[in-house]
């Protein structure tokens, strides 16, 4: 059976950011999704369509068909004023917060001076290539 708009998919991955490991699937636990339903970024459920259990592939994917390029307007600078002064504050912190929309986002502190702190709330992997290593586990309708 060949994945299709409605499969059901389980399939172990290894995700690549150049040679770096970014993300993986453990042994005995696959990522399971329904094809169509855009759950995945979108350049690696369309290369998927159309494969069968026990196919394995490697699928590379540009950053405005994964999680995007980076955008200037999801890096804020805060005035340091504005922050509790007993807060530790630093390089690679991650911040929560709320979207204009009111979804939970996480931004990462890339940047503080005496005056303002600079966070980046572009996703982790925004403006980067992708490779992943896929082994189709399972594929049903």
Do not use: C, W
């Amino acid at each position: 059976m060949r994945i299709k708009k409605g499969s059901e998919v389980k399939f172990s991955y290894r995700l690549f950011s150049g040679e770096e490991i970014m993300d993986e699937t453990l042994p005995g636990q696959p990522m399971i999704y329904t094809h169509g339903e855009g759950t995945l970024v979108p350049g690696l459920e369309k290369a998927l369509r159309g494969l069968k259990a026990g196919d394995k592939v490697e699928v590379v994917v540009k950053p405005e068909d994964g999680y995007g390029t980076i955008r200037d307007d999801r890096i804020v600078n805060i005035p340091k004023a504005k922050i509790p002064k007993e807060a530790d504050v630093h390089e690679g912190m991650e911040v929560p917060a709320r979207s204009p929309e009111g979804e939970m986002v996480v931004g990462i502190i890339t940047k503080v001076t005496d005056e303002t702190v600079t966070i980046d709330f572009n996703h982790q992997l925004a403006g980067k290539t992708l490779r992943f290593e896929v082994e189709i586990l399972e594929v049903s309708n």
